[in-house]
């Protein structure tokens, strides 16, 4: 998926027990949150491996 601010791409980035979409771009990140209307399939896979982290 891609940063709404400059259009590269978000890599899901674990930081100790938080999650969060980083771009890989300007850098900025996403809380889960933030994005969850907008996960494609491929990052949602993604996330399915993190089921025991909260998203805060
Ligand atoms: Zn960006």
Not at 29 to 52: F, M, N, S
């Amino acid at each position: 998926m891609k940063c709404k601010k400059c259009a590269e791409k978000l890599e899901v980035h674990r930081a100790c027990r938080r999650i969060r979409m980083r771009c890989t771009g300007c850098g900025r990140e996403y809380q889960i949150h933030e994005v969850a209307g907008d996960l494609d399939r491929e990052t949602e896979k993604i996330l399915e491996k993190y089921t025991a982290i909260i998203y805060d």
